[in-house]
């Protein structure tokens, strides 16, 4: 039942509206401002009935007080018929409404019904604001870029159902992750996760490594062996990387996802199988099916939920959240404060981020391994991050005065060539492009920068 506060200095009054709304609100009654005011600290009214002419510092004294406090309960202020006016200035002082004396019962009710549904609702719309503010997690995905948000229903509203997911993203954007946490979110997550490389396991053994094996069911298959499908039974499979799958594979998983039912090789008795299956790929499987690579009945199967995550790039709000959520992880594991200096930081936020979030999170590693006192410096970065901050740091040498205007211009120019081919991957066609110039010029303005592609390091 609403709690409803009447503050009136005449006992009749009071016990009049205690009587009359008692059936519809749990009523508490003072006699002066002081007294209602101190009830306010030990109970929060849905609303108030307030009389205006009392002892002591009066109605719009407490008005005034509300005010004052921010105190956002609705209040109906009761006046005299010959005392329009000073309604008129209670409700500047922030009362909801008025009504005069005397008053008819059912008018009074509907305007506090009106009063609790309005309140009501605005609860209800600043809450959703602040969820939709707020929201910038799920389990371990941080994110706060609208496409991230979105991707975050999405898999809240799937996560209750078995229907096969597609994640689709560049490398480094968090497949696995999403993978992860739409098993943690649910009904299985007690039951095992499972993922599973397809990219990584030979063709030869990819069978046996999804459906299992009896013993002697081929040369080397000296004991049985449980395939991925009935280590994850009741749980989740990611097939991470489905795009590799040799075709002869792609049938026989076809075969299991329509039938829920798998054989281990060797042994022609099938097994029955509950598994929510969620496939990951950096590849656009659609190309793959029209070269003929990859089977579009599979890729019905799988993609009935799809999920796209960005890259890194494409949702630049994201770079300094991650970069400090990564910053205080470290920070915590080697119990050090960590922070980022200026110029790092704005190094970070500027490079393209071409191996996406795993890039960034290795960086942020790297420079919490190096940095000397606590901070991390643009020197303690990876290089092409470096680069990325040396057009901010020329900016800054100008305005200071420290270089010429044409060195300036010329360094400039080598650090926006050098950025398009990292954004690129040092595709020099595709730069150019990008750039709006031939081939040709690119190739002799990277020729006068000495600028040449980075020998890659592994990719990790
Ligand atoms: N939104 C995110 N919030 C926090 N960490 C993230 C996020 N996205 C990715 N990561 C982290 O980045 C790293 C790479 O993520 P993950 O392995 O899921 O990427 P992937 O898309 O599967 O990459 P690949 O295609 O190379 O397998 C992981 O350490 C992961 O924890
Ligand atoms: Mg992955």
Redesign the pocket.
Known sequence: MALLLVVDDEIGVRESLRMLLKSEFEVETCPDAESGLELLSRRTPDVIILDLVMPGRGGMGFLREMKARGNKIPIVVLTASNTVDAAVSAMKEGAADFITKPFETDALRIKLRQLLERGELEREVARLRDEVAERQQLG????RAPA?REMFRTIERVADSRSSVLIT???????????QAIHELSPRSEAPFIAVNCGAIPHSLMESALFGHERGAFTGANEQKLGVFEAANGGTLLL??IGELDPSVQVKLLRALQERKIERLGNPHSIEVDVRIVA?T?RDLESEIEAGRFRQDLFYRVNVISIA?PPLRERRE?IRL?AE??LARFAEDMKKKLSFERDALAAIERYAWPG???E??NAVERGAALCEDEVIRLRDLPEPIVAAGKSERMREDLRTGGVSFDDTVARFECELIREALERQAWNQTRTAEDLGITRRVLKLKMDRYEIQPPERTAEN
């Open positions: 371990r995905l941080v994110g991230m993203g560049e490398s480094g954007t968090g497949k696995e992750l999403v993978a991470d990387e990951a950096n995550i994201d991650l959520t990564f996406n979030v795993r960034l999170e």
